[in-house]
């Protein structure tokens, strides 16, 4: 299981006092109001970073980070991923699962049949929706309700669905 999550990604620089556009990867932006700290994976390391303030500006976040006072300090940091620890992620409801513990998990049937892996979840507003990718490469969207999504069993490492007619015709 994944021990880091990605809760948003430097998109570029917010003026010339170290300030970052941040878009974020998470169900609710305003999360980062309560961060003290996140770490910026560079891809050749994990750097903490102190978050100093938070502004939020149409669907982005704008922050600024301590130790970070001049567009030139920040700019090399462009396109890079912001993580939380799973302590520090948010506490999830019941039924509530984070994606990337979703992916790659084998999904069934109600009646044993294997239908594929999860392979991706895309998400529409109303409901997330499911994409798994059948043994020939096909694609099924399965919608993430309750009648459809039995359960998740992350231990088990599998998904228990009920195919709902006209999910399989194609």
């Known amino acids: ?15 010339v006092r170290g300030e970052v556009k941040v878009f974020p990867t998470t169900d609710d932006r305003m999360r980062f109001k309560k961060l003290k700290e996140v770490i910026l994976d560079t891809g050749k390391e994990r750097k903490p970073m102190e978050v100093e303030h938070v502004k939020f500006f149409k669907n982005m ?16 940091y462009k396109g890079k991923d912001l ?6 992620a948010v506490e999830l409801g019941p039924d509530e699962n984070f994606i990337v513990d979703l992916i790659g998990l084998s999904v069934v049937t109600d009646e044993g049949e294997e239908l594929g892996t999860l392979k991706d979840v895309m998400q529409t507003g109303a409901n997330d929706v499911y994409v798994v990718e059948r043994k020939d490469g096909k694609e099924i969207l399965l919608p993430a ?3 459809c999504i039995l359960d998740v ?5 599998k998904i228990t669905v009920h195919v709902m007619e006209g999910l399989l015709d194609l």
């Open 153 to 157: 069993d992350l231990e088990a490492e």
């Open 145 to 147: 309700i309750k009648q």
């Open 61 to 76: 976040v704008i922050l600024k980070f301590k130790g970070f006072d001049t567009i030139n300090d920040i700019e090399i």
């Open 1 to 15: 299981m994944e021990q880091m999550l990605r809760v948003g990604v430097i998109t570029s620089t917010h003026g």
């Open 83 to 88: 993580l939380v620890t799973r302590e520090n």
